[in-house]
């Protein structure tokens, strides 16, 4: 393989126990692909965290308020993942939603992205280095930074497969397949034993949980 995304859901890296077990799982697959990109979310509930204590503060936090919060807790387990794998050996660079290019529309709290820049990306690939990229975020034409919904993570994972023409997109989480819903929050979602990549996209769009162990 040439380039893989690899995504890790909140629950994959809520300590710093986990962050090891994601670390050497990314290590695993560089020894295959010529170039890892690895896509995070928050650690364990950091959001819902952010959001109760935002809301502490005030009953309607402004929106553009919210995106420069909650947009922190992925960018500390990016930059957490990198300074482990780059102590195992493996040199890592993280990178916020703006620095890996991911450019959205002006909607906060559930941006719809426009494009990526792949530039930088490209650039720290050719230095042999593991991306370690902050899902859920971007960054719109006002330079200021836009979140793109609760799973938005799962977006981030599959718009960098297709603007980097990744050969696989995994998705990791603590559940066991690919379901067409969140099966926490529906009882009646389904649990698919093969999906199309336009499907998967669509499920990741719609804030879905996907799967792969």
């Known amino acids: 393989m040439n380039t893989v995304i690899l995504k890790f859901g909140g629950s994959s890296v809520a300590d710093n126990i986990k962050l090891n077990v994601v670390a050497e799982k990314v290590i695993s697959l560089k020894k295959e692909a010529k170039n890892v990109v690895v896509v995070v979310s928050a650690q364990g509930k950091t959001t819902n965290q952010f959001i109760k204590e935002a809301q502490e503060l005030s009953a309607?936090?402004?929106?553009?308020?919210?995106?420069?919060?909650?947009?922190?807790?992925?960018?500390?387990?990016?930059?957490?993942?990198?300074?482990?794998?780059?102590?195992?050996?493996?040199?890592?660079i993280s990178l916020t939603g703006w620095q890996a290019g991911i450019r959205t529309n002006a909607v906060h709290t559930s941006a719809k992205i426009e494009q990526i820049c792949i530039d930088r990306i490209e650039q720290e690939l050719q230095k042999g280095k593991i991306i370690v990229v902050a899902g859920f975020q971007g960054i719109n034409e006002k330079q200021d930074?836009?979140?793109?919904?609760?799973?938005?993570?799962?977006?981030?994972?599959?718009?960098?497969?297709?603007?980097?023409?990744?050969?696989?997109?995994?998705?990791?989480?603590?559940?066991?397949?690919?379901?067409?819903?969140?099966?926490?929050?529906?009882?009646?979602?389904?649990?698919?034993?093969?999906?199309?990549?336009?499907?998967?996209?669509?499920?990741?769009?719609?804030?879905g949980k996907s799967i792969t162990r």
Do not use: H
Request: charged share 25%.
């Open 60 to 92: 309607i936090p402004e929106e553009r308020e919210m995106d420069m919060l909650l947009s922190t807790g992925e960018q500390i387990t990016a930059s957490k993942l990198s300074i482990l794998l780059n102590r195992k050996g493996y040199p890592a």
């Open 145 to 207: 930074i836009t979140t793109l919904g609760r799973g938005g993570s799962d977006t981030t994972a599959v718009a960098l497969q297709v603007a980097l023409k990744a050969d696989k997109c995994y998705i990791f989480s603590d559940v066991d397949g690919i379901y067409s819903a969140d099966p926490n929050m529906i009882t009646m979602a389904k649990r698919l034993d093969e999906i199309s990549f336009d499907e998967m996209q669509e499920i990741a769009d719609s804030r």
